[in-house]
Structure formats: C-alpha cells, structure tokens
C-alpha cells in the first residue's frame, strides 16, 4: 500500500526540541521530492519546509528558517524534520507529503500533533 | 511568504455551480503553472483535487475544474452535491523555491 506514516510528535516546553519522522512505503522514495506541512489546530495548511529526491536541496518557510531542519534518508525510505528552539506557534498537526510531478502535493500522511506548552 | 488569498466561505444550493478565488503575486500564481488545489473534510487528511492549474486527478469527478487568469486561480465546483462541504486550499510555487497556499475557503452546501 502507498502510504506516508508520521511520527515523533508530542508535548514539548517552549525552546526544547523534537524530531519527526515520516516513513514511506509502497512507492520509490528516492523518485519524489518530500515535504512537511502542518495545520495549526482550526486554522488553515501552512508549508513548512522541502526537500529534494536526493537532498541536495532544501528550502524553508521564513517562520521556521533557522530553527527546523529536514532531512532524508533514502536507504530507510524516511523523511525526517529536526525542530529546535519551538515556540507555542509551532503548536500543529504536522502533515508528511510527497510532491508529485515536481508540481502538487500528491500524497499525505495522517499527520502527527506537536503541542508546545509548558 | 504571504498566503494566497481566498474567500473565507462560499455557499450554493445542491446543483448549482460555485467559485473559489486564489489570488497571489506575480512571483508565485501569476508566475507559475504549479498551481493545486485540496479538500479537506473536517477531521481528514487534505487531498489534491486539482493541479497544474487545471489538471484532475485520474479517477476524480470532472465537477471539479481550475482555471487561471493572471495573479489569481480559480476553482469551480458543478452540480454541488452535499458532500462537496468541506475546506478547499490552493497552493502554489513561488520565485524564491518555496510553496505557498491560501487561507483556505469552507464550502457550505445549503
């Protein structure tokens, strides 16, 4: 089955840090262009950050550049998001996606809830 | 890295046709072909209904077409149906290797 699972969300303070995982399945992972999206809780999707098929390029929303980082790894079909220094409006469900055709967002995972609070 | 703008919510009777703005910038709608749209039904994961401005998925109804007119896309729904009620996104590429999408727009069927 083609699926994107995410994982490594939680409870975490203001200024601590966590790492998400995203793991793909059924499809060449190494093909696709990767991305995080997230939805703060009733609001609207926001892209976070993405990744190129072999990781050779990455971009940012200005709200996380300098804090998130994203990386893969193509030999465990992973997707990784490291956040440092998270703030309360890092709160959100945090979305794994794949870019398909190098133009849309073809595939999405259930998500994994991030809730900053001390 | 300023959302796309769309109508907060839009409305129809079963059977009628609605729209749905994206308006942008030069540097990511108007500049661009990589425009996509999503459904999300409360509590559900988005699902790409539109891309390339005016491509539809294989298998997905052709109620569902987009268009594109300078800085701003647009969505078209046909023949609303009742479980068309959801939140619709647009999303595109920008100059500076980035994506953006909108506010998104709740669809009411009435």
């Known amino acids: 089955e083609v699926q994107l699972v995410e994982s490594g969300g939680g409870l975490v303070q203001p200024g601590r840090s966590l790492r998400l995982s995203c793991a793909a399945s059924g499809f060449s992972f190494d093909d696709y262009a990767m991305h995080w999206v997230r939805q703060a809780p009733g609001k609207g999707l926001e892209w976070v950050s993405g990744?190129?098929?072999?990781?050779?390029?990455?971009a940012y929303a200005d709200s996380v550049k300098g804090r998130f980082t994203i990386s893969r790894d193509n030999a465990k079909n992973s997707l990784y998001l490291q956040m440092n220094s998270l703030r309360a409006e890092d709160t959100a469900l945090y979305f794994c996606s794949r870019e398909g055709g190098g133009t849309h967002f073809d595939l999405w995972g259930r998500g994994t809830l991030v809730t900053v609070s001390s | 890295q300023s959302a796309l703008t769309q109508p907060a919510s839009v409305s129809g009777s079963p059977g009628q046709s609605i729209t749905i703005s994206c308006t942008g910038t030069?540097?990511?709608?108007?500049?661009?072909?990589?425009v996509s749209w999503y459904q999300q039904h409360p509590g559900k994961v988005p699902k790409v209904i539109i891309y390339?401005?005016?491509k539809r998925p294989s298998g997905l109804s052709n109620r569902f077409s987009g268009s594109k007119s300078g800085n701003t896309a647009s969505l078209t729904i046909s023949g609303l149906q009742a479980e068309d009620e959801a939140e619709y996104y647009c999303?595109?590429?920008?100059?500076?290797?980035?994506?953006?999408f909108g506010g998104g727009t709740k669809l009411t069927v009435l």
């Open positions: 999303a595109s590429y920008t100059s500076i290797r980035t994506w953006v």
């Open positions: 990744i190129s098929w072999n990781g050779g390029s990455t």
């Open positions: 390339d401005v005016s």
């Open positions: 030069s540097s990511d709608v108007g500049g661009y072909k990589y």
